[in-house]
């Protein structure tokens, strides 16, 4: 009998201590292969999310952009 794996673990893991990241701080880096970042809205809440927007020409590690963005249709 083979053991089939998930290709992805599944679970919860931890990627950063909520003392190390202040309101509107966006940290960018590399978790299970992908780019993410990671930031603290202005109302307290920490978020994670894909480092590129896949709507449009914006790298969030740089900060919310403003649409419309020049050269967004």
Known sequence: MSLLLHPYPTGWYAVGLCAELATAEVKSF????????????ESGVA??????????PAAFAQGVPEFPAPGFP
């Open 30 to 41: 590399a978790f299970m292969g992908e780019q993410v970042v990671l930031f603290r809205t």
């Open 47 to 56: 978020t994670l999310m894909d480092a590129l927007c896949r709507s449009g």
